[in-house]
């Protein structure tokens, strides 16, 4: 195929991803320099369509970005009243008190949001301030310059045909150049993955680890309703099968966000991460909150959970890792949205001052230390061995061990140095024939649904005529490997049934990808035992199109 010619166009920084991260340095850098030319690239076909979060939203990020965001009307207006934290049983729960728990666990002062709103709302203060927002544009390619720094990206490929041709309305996009390029794709993005790899920038750190996190939204009946409460779980259904939890978070509107998160460190692979979400919503105490109401949103999103030891370095020549793409979730917060907007802010910070130096396309290393040495390394360094205990030791003495530990990093010590993970999510997996399946229960379609029926609540769609976004490395590894060897876990560890397991005409299993159903969680990339699955962006504006996530 002959080389495809594109046009380019030049900016000063280039951001890939309109999430809190990448819209957070798009707003500083203008107000650092008004002349200053940004850009921002988002695949979703708005901005917010691909934003999933919990959220409970600590403040402090965007009282550093934007101090005045109340008299500007943001859409922060649901401030956490009440705390609750409980460990559950299969008929019955335990309310954990607040008392014990670290200073940082408190949710006073935090609010609760949707995070596709909040992001609306800051692509709005961006663009006021001269920020070219582009929604609708995956970024499908790296560009590189002449001794290999990374100078831009390819945006906005449309048209080509299932086989990878060119069909009658292809696009060939444009190249988007930079001095500098930010990547703030989110947990496992597909340009973050490419360049960590290329240079190396995860040598000497643990590996990244990650959790599935599923959510709906639920409309109730108003006299259950308690704006502002948020409810914590964990122990049932998941026990020790699998780390993980529970967020209940009261909005506004009647609205309740109910999801559930399990680690993919699990190693039986017959564990079914969507059904254990449905199961917990038959918990009496589940249960009695949403019977009456209706489900009216779904989605599903990885999250990053290797903290501050997986962090790998976060520049290279050329390009920073912002947010999610570099991993700052703060585990037991559950919390990484704060540290997001913090790291586009430092980023700008840090390349507004190299190009005003004249500098272009080397390495931000200012950003790296501010990040290390500033409120994200303090935020992450203080919770960095709660996952590894709970990996370790399970349950009930992590949350010993860790809340020790969260203790005595409030005074600024560890009495356990920094723990390590030790194997990714991937080779945790063990084989078939070392567990049993599980018998889940049939979904009632009152509290609990069926996956492709809540796919349909994502409004998720994919052009059909395109190539797969989905591929393999290797064809035949799904039936010799993951079928053969782990019983074909891909059928039960994505969220949106995008793989399946069929009979083939002479009876024999034959692998399917229904990418059409892709929520872009990334589960199947994280997961898969022979790391065989690789997940790359579909064309701009493809995937779910989520409303108030």
Request: glycine share 12%; charged share 20%.
């Amino acid at each position: 195929m002959a080389e495809v010619e594109r046009e380019a166009m030049e900016y000063d920084v280039v951001i890939v991803g309109a999430g809190p991260a990448g819209l957070s340095a798009a707003i500083r850098l203008k107000q650092l320099d008004a002349d200053i030319n940004v850009v921002v690239l988002e695949k979703g076909s708005e901005v917010g369509a691909h934003i999933l979060s919990g959220a409970v939203l600590d403040p402090c990020g965007i009282d550093a970005l934007i101090p005045d965001w109340k008299e500007k009307g943001a859409p922060i207006t649901v401030p956490v009243k009440k705390d609750n934290f409980y460990m559950l049983g299969e008929s019955g729960q335990v309310r954990v008190p607040n008392f014990p728990m670290p200073p940082l666990m408190n949710n006073h002062g935090n609010y609760i949001v949707s995070m596709g709103n909040v992001c609306r709302w800051m692509a709005e203060q961006a663009e006021e301030l001269g920020v070219e927002v582009f929604p609708g544009m995956a970024c499908s390619e790296l560009v590189y310059g002449e001794n290999g720094e990374v100078k831009g990206v390819v945006a906005g490929e449309f048209g080509k045909e299932a086989d990878g041709s060119h069909g009658a309305s292809y696009e060939p996009g444009m190249e988007l150049h930079g001095k500098y390029v930010f990547l703030g794709e989110g947990v496992r993005g597909s340009l973050s993955k490419q360049v960590i790899e290329k240079f190396k920038l995860g040598e000497g750190k643990e590996p990244q680890k990650y959790g599935l996190g599923m959510k709906e939204i639920w409309e109730i009946d108003p006299a259950k309703h308690k704006e502002g409460t948020v409810t914590h779980t964990m122990g049932w259904p998941l026990g020790k099968n699998a780390g993980g939890g529970s967020f209940i978070y009261h909005l506004d509107n009647n609205q309740v966000y109910v999801g559930f998160v399990v680690h993919l460190n699990y190693k039986n692979p017959y564990l079914f991460p969507y059904m254990e979400f449905q199961r917990f919503k038959h918990h009496p105490m589940v249960a009695d909150l949403l019977e009456g109401g209706k489900r009216v949103a779904y989605g599903a999103r990885a999250i990053t959970e290797g903290g501050w030891q997986s962090m790998p370095k976060l520049v290279a020549p050329g390009v920073a890792l912002l947010g999610c793409s570099a991993g700052m979730v703060n585990v037991p917060r559950i919390k990484g949205n704060h540290n997001a907007m913090l790291s586009g802010k430092a980023a700008a910070e840090a390349a507004y001052a190299a190009i005003k130096e004249g500098r272009s396309a080397d390495e931000l290393t200012d950003y790296e230390v501010d990040v290390r040495e500033g409120a994200i390394g303090a935020d992450l360094k203080k919770v960095r061995n709660v996952k590894p205990f709970w990996s370790k030791y399970g349950l009930t003495a992590s949350l010993m061990l860790g809340g020790l530990d969260m203790w005595t990093n409030t005074f600024g010590f560890s009495l356990f140095g920094t723990q390590g993970h030790g194997k990714t999510d991937a080779a945790a997996t063990e084989e078939a024939s070392k567990h049993e399946p599980f018998d889940y229960p049939k979904p009632d379609g009152k509290l609990s649904f069926d996956r492709l029926t809540n796919v349909s609540f994502s409004m998720t769609n994919h052009e059909e005529s395109q190539p797969p976004h989905l591929t393999l490395k290797d064809p035949e590894v799904p039936v010799k490997v993951d079928y053969a060897q782990y019983a074909g876990p891909s059928s039960r560890y994505c969220p949106a049934g995008v793989y399946e397991f069929v009979e083939d005409d002479a009876g024999k299993p034959k692998f399917v990808i229904n990418f059409q159903n892709c929520v872009h969680c990334k589960t199947c990339d994280i997961k898969d035992p022979a790391q065989n699955i690789v997940w790359t962006t579909p064309q701009g504006g493809d995937g779910p199109n989520y409303p108030n996530m």
